[in-house]
């Protein structure tokens, strides 16, 4: 398997600096219940403003509803699929546009479901799992297939297994697969004191 250890300015821990998001799955290998579970369990944990828990997972298991999960595949934009196709488990992140304590709009909705999809995906790491987060879906589509009530955005599709050898990915994605991790540096994003202000 490729791992890909982040090669970081400063030492971070090791569940971190570990996960990435690769495209090759094993299809022949599924996730046990238990484990699957448990990231939902992680995600489920994420902080959120005013503890609101925005989020909504659709959890599609091919071993388990064959019909939710091509359904979930259609979704995926077309290029995705030719790797996604062997995902075990598919699912969709959704945020609830309102809060539930007083039905005023939640613009903190999208960011928080973003942390629950990063506590998922590092308990997938934790596990031995793989996950990956794709922004190459049809939303319309979602929202008709999945049946999504008004007053939320479908956010991110998200592919869950176990990791594969590069070499059963096609070339054009098995570079991707084998290129060296990168991230801005840390002076790039972050800055001291005002926007701009140097870090030391």
Same mark, same amino acid.
């Given at each position: =398997? ?7 300015? #400063? @030492? ?18 599924? #996730? !046990? ?10 995600? %489920?944990?994420?902080? *959120?403003?005013?503890? $609101? ?5 659709? #959890?599609?298991?091919?071993? +388990?509803?064959? +019909?939710?999960?091509?359904? /979930? ?23 609830? /546009? !309102?809060?539930?304590? +007083? ?8 960011? $928080?479901?973003?942390?629950?999809? #990063? ?5 997938? +790491? ?7 987060? =794709?922004?190459?879906?049809?939303? $319309? ?5 999945? @049946?999504?009530?008004?007053?939320? &955005? ?13 070499? &059963?990915?096609? $070339?054009?994605?098995? *570079? ?5 991790? *990168? %991230? ?17």
């Amino acid at each position: =398997m490729q791992h890909k250890l982040a090669t970081t300015q #400063v @030492k971070i821990h090791d569940l971190i600096a570990s996960r990435w998001s690769p495209r090759a799955f094993d299809p022949d290998k599924p #996730v !046990d219940h238990g484990d699957l579970m448990a990231l939902l369990e992680a995600a %489920r944990w994420a902080p *959120s403003c005013f503890n $609101d828990q925005p989020w909504r997972f659709i #959890v599609c298991v091919r071993a +388990n509803d064959e +019909n939710a999960w091509q359904d /979930a595949l259609e979704v995926v934009a077309e290029k995705n699929r030719l790797w996604a196709k062997n995902a075990p488990v598919l699912m969709l992140s959704v945020a609830m /546009a !309102d809060f539930n304590h +007083n039905g005023k709009p939640n613009r903190w909705a999208m960011y $928080d479901t973003g942390a629950a999809a #990063v506590s998922l995906c590092l308990q997938a +790491n934790a596990l031995g799992l793989v996950a990956h987060q =794709m922004g190459g879906f049809d939303a $319309d589509k979602a929202r008709q297939v999945f @049946k999504l009530p008004d007053g939320c &955005t479908p956010m991110a599709m998200m592919a869950i297994g176990y990791q594969a050898e590069a070499e &059963t990915l096609a $070339d054009d994605f098995k *570079s991707a697969e084998l290129a060296e991790r *990168s %991230r801005f540096p840390l002076q790039q994003c972050f800055y001291s004191g005002g926007w701009g202000g140097e870090l030391e």
